[in-house]
């Protein structure tokens, strides 16, 4: 009798082909599973290297930071030498010209409108708080003579008015080096339009003295530098009684 043949059913295969692909899946996993456990991982060596670089690059950075601060102080020191170089040298500078200018004072006689020049501000404060020259007491003085044998006199440093007083000339100051008269006044005072030989270059017409003197401590001129000469001084009284 010969063999009977069996045959799966329907349901037995569908049983057996899930099973296959439950051994399929289960072995996938662990093969999935070695995949992941022999994955390579990082060598300690690569880390320790990088902080290693990481190191240097920082260290490199500190010397180059470190050298920049220190130019910028060698500069910084150099600048403030050469400042300090140059106010020592503009202080030194000051003192020699005012040394210069002292000893250039001192070996002119302020008091000589000679010597005056172009009157500026600080020169007129300068002369009219030092005041014209004062005159001897006694008035005896020598004048040297002109070529035609006349001289000045002390005598011109007063003024005999109508009623016989007798009133000071402070306004006149002789000229040692020129041998000429100024007004003290008009000299340091005077406008374009003042041409008064007292106001100007000096005045030595000896033989006429008495009446220009007199014509000229009446002019409209000189009475207005009197005014400004007055003030100036009251001012300044003023401004030091103040300190």
Known sequence: ?????????????????ERVER???????????YVMASKPTENPDDELELD??????????DDEINEWLSMNNACENSVNEGVENLENEGVENLVNEGDEMNVECESLNIDDPANWGHITQSLRD??????????????????????????????????ELANKEKVERKWLIYSKLLDKIFCFCCKLFKQGKNITQL?????????????????HECSNEHISCMRK???????????????
Not at 4 to 17: L, P
């Open 229 to 243: 000469w007055i003030e100036l001084e009251n001012r300044m009284k003023k401004k030091s009684n103040n300190r």
């Open 52 to 61: 290693e670089v990481e190191e240097n690059l920082n260290d490199e950075l």
């Open 199 to 215: 106001a100007n270059g000096g005045m030595k017409d000896w033989k006429n003295l008495k009446k220009r003197l007199a014509d």
């Open 23 to 33: 051994e399929k899946q289960s072995q996938r996993g662990a093969m999935n599973k």
């Open 126 to 159: 300068l002369l009219v708080e030092r005041g014209p020259l004062k005159r001897d007491g006694n008035g005896v003085v020598n004048f040297p003579n002109d070529e035609e044998g006349r001289h000045f006199s002390s005598f011109y440093y007063i003024r």
């Open 1 to 17: 009798m010969p063999n009977k043949r069996t045959f799966m059913s329907g349901y037995e295969k569908r049983k057996k082909k």
